[in-house]
């Protein structure tokens, strides 16, 4: 199977999740190859999920447990038990 | 107690039964993930953290109906998720709204940027303020749909099953829209780097 540029583009994510055919894989395996712009979306989309994927990129707000427990702890105080 | 820490079950059990001070225990595990999904729906921090607190306080008065049919975390991220689209609605003008639904699933005609910078930052990177800012920025730009997938995906690593039953919507959409939404951030960061280069703005 021969993939042109777009068909790449298109199966990238997938790719990246090693969630494709064996047979569209080796396609994909063979255009990066030898085609250099595809081959840096590739590696700027992988490098790009790798980055979010990190907890410092999406850290939770400075004192937002603090805060989310001083409010519980205020309602549990005057609410009835849970759930009743 | 025997030092054995107690299980979900056991825990939501005892706290049915009176041990209220045990659920602050058993919602800690589950904050950032409450967190990023009311932030996927909002994009704002302070806003996505008072849903937050309300969904745990509507959690908790709900907690007797809790069946265990999934994880409390399960469940807990899907009165988030829905106390977040709720506000989202209420807040934003019936226009934005069909805006947002005009957005197709489609292809579109899409061309990703060539972005050589991007390749190998190392995630040492992000203890660079400049860099986490960006990252958000660009996932904030995307189209509420891709950014809830994204986050549940690749933010929050959920795979493309979980994703699919929390959201609502089916895998080969999940996998559509994270098709979109990863390229339209490899797209987004192009122009920010093509005209600053990443390696020149070091320190």
């Known amino acids: 199977m021969i993939l042109n540029c777009k068909h790449v583009w298109r199966e990238i994510s997938n790719y990246i999740d090693g969630d494709l055919d064996p047979s569209v894989r080796a396609s994909m395996e063979k255009h990066l190859a030898h085609c250099r712009h595809c081959a840096a979306i590739l590696d700027s989309t992988r490098n790009i999920v790798y980055l979010i994927a990190d907890e410092r990129t999406f850290a939770l707000p400075s004192g937002f447990s603090e805060r989310l427990h001083a409010r519980l702890e205020s309602e549990l105080e005057k609410s009835e038990p849970a759930g009743r | 107690m025997d030092g054995q820490p107690l299980t979900e079950a056991e825990m939501i059990s005892r706290i049915v039964a009176g041990e209220r001070e045990l659920f602050h225990a058993l919602i800690k595990p589950c904050e950032r993930a409450v967190f990023l999904t009311a932030y ?16 745990v306080l509507k959690a908790y008065k709900a907690l007797g109906s809790f069946r265990g049919e999934s994880k409390f975390s399960t469940w807990l991220v899907k009165i988030t998720l829905n106390e977040a689209r709720m506000r989202l609605r209420r807040s934003r003008s019936e226009s934005e709204v069909s805006l947002q639904e005009l957005m197709d699933d489609g292809d579109g ?88 280069g990443w390696k020149g703005t070091k320190g």
């Open chain 2, 109 to 196: 005609d899409y061309t990703p940027a060539v972005l050589t910078d991007w390749r190998e930052i190392p995630s040492e990177a992000l203890d660079r303020k400049e860099l986490r800012e960006i990252l958000q920025q660009a996932l904030d730009e995307l189209p509420e749909k891709y950014r809830e997938v994204l986050i549940s995906r690749d933010v929050r690593g959920m795979n493309i099953q979980e994703t699919a039953h929390l959201l609502g919507i089916s895998e080969g959409m999940v996998k559509t829209r994270l098709f979109r939404a990863r390229l339209l951030v490899q797209k987004m960061l192009a122009p920010d780097f093509l005209t600053r």
């Open chain 2, 40 to 55: 996927s729906v909002l994009k704002s921090e302070a806003d996505a953290e008072e849903v937050v607190q309300e969904a």
